[in-house]
């Protein structure tokens, strides 16, 4: 019984080898297909943006009891400047 069981068994292995065997050269014969992917990418350079100056003035004004006026005006001055962002932005289109 155990003989008919391994007679069985070394067919029934051979047929899997024999068909992996055979599905692995049928692959071999196909050419490579190239991806073409369904979306267009751009990269566009990105503009520098520039940050103008800005002034704020506060003016105080004080009159003492002997009569004198006193007026004195602070000003905040900001310098303007360029932001520098990523070097490229990328646009994604959908291929028609």
Not at 27 to 56: I, Q
């Amino acid at each position: 019984m155990k003989t008919i069981r391994m007679n069985i068994m070394n067919v029934v292995t051979a047929g899997l080898i024999s068909v992996a065997a055979a599905g692995l050269i049928g692959c071999a014969d196909s050419e490579p297909v190239a991806y073409n992917p369904p979306v267009k990418v751009v990269h566009e350079p990105t503009a520098l943006n520039a940050v103008p100056p800005t002034e704020s003035s506060t003016t105080t004004t004080t009159q003492y009891g002997n009569g004198t006026v006193e007026k004195q005006t602070t000003t905040d001055y900001t310098p303007g400047y360029t932001t520098i962002g990523p070097p490229y932005k990328t646009t994604v289109i959908p291929a028609q």
